[in-house]
T-cell receptor, first 112, second 110 residues
Framework: KNEVEQSPQNLTAQEGEFITINCSYSVGISALHWLQQHPGGGIVSLFM???GKKKHGRLIATINIQEKHSSLHITASHPRDSAVYIC??????????????FGKGTLLTVNP | NAGVTQTPKFQVLKTGQSMTLQCAQDMNHNSMYWYRQDPGMGLRLIYY???????DKGEVPNGYNVSRLNKREFSLRLESAAPSQTSVYFC?????????FGSGTRLTVV
């Protein structure tokens, strides 16, 4: 069983729709990360969370530490939001080890 | 622009050839990582360097070696490339909060 599970694997939406991508993890973590990767492109860090909620523009990320669950929301979705969204966790082993464990990603397609 | 620079962006190798993937960051980050990305597998850690002068194996280290040349540079070497090493390779760095990724190297081994 993967330590980081994302759902759904694929998501198709119409422009303007509210989108939610979910991430569950099974290990103790120091932080959870949401990343974005456009087709054929590099990886961009969107959020790093250890508790609560963060917002950046139309993107909102939440985390529930007790339930080991995080969600990424996109409000008023736009075709340029089409990308793979990846959830990753960094461990709580302490020291200077911040290596990430990744989910397999959610492919989002937003149609005009 | 500050960030993580990877070279080359694309490479085709024949089975058995060797090559080094270069990675450099100019953000004074202590920790650097090499990941590979394969369809359906997600990103997996090959090797990492928690600080200058140290390197450690990750999840899939076989067939690779690394060098943390200085605080800026962390290279990944394939001594004898195999078709199973066909992948997209990403270098990343962090100061301990937030990550910066390179743009990736698409490697094909034929």
């Amino acid at each position: 069983k993967n330590e980081v599970e994302q759902s759904p694997q694929n998501l198709t939406a119409q422009e303007g729709e509210f989108i939610t991508i979910n991430c569950s993890y099974s290990v103790g973590i120091s932080a959870l990360h949401w990343l974005q990767q456009h087709p054929g492109g590099g990886i961009v860090s969107l959020f790093m969370l250890s508790s609560g909620k963060k917002k950046h523009g139309r993107l909102i990320a939440t985390i529930n530490i007790q339930e080991k669950h995080s969600s990424l929301h996109i409000t008023a979705s736009h075709p340029r939001d089409s990308a793979v969204y990846i959830c990753a966790v960094s461990g709580n082993s302490g020291g200077s080890n911040y290596k990430l464990t990744f989910g397999k990603g959610t492919l989002l397609t937003v149609n005009p | 622009n500050a960030g993580v620079t990877q070279t080359p962006k694309f490479q085709v190798l024949k089975t058995g050839q060797s090559m080094t993937l270069q990675c450099a960051q100019d953000m004074n980050h202590n920790s650097m990582y090499w990941y590979r990305q394969d369809p359906g597998m997600g990103l997996r850690l090959i090797y990492y360097s928690a600080s200058e002068g140290t390197t450690d194996k990750g999840e899939v280290p076989n067939g690779y070696n690394v060098s943390r040349l200085n605080k800026r540079e962390f290279s990944l070497r394939l001594e004898s490339a195999a078709p199973s090493q066909t992948s997209v390779y990403f270098c990343a760095s962090t100061p301990g909060y937030g990550y910066t990724f390179g743009s990736g190297t698409r490697l094909t081994v034929v």
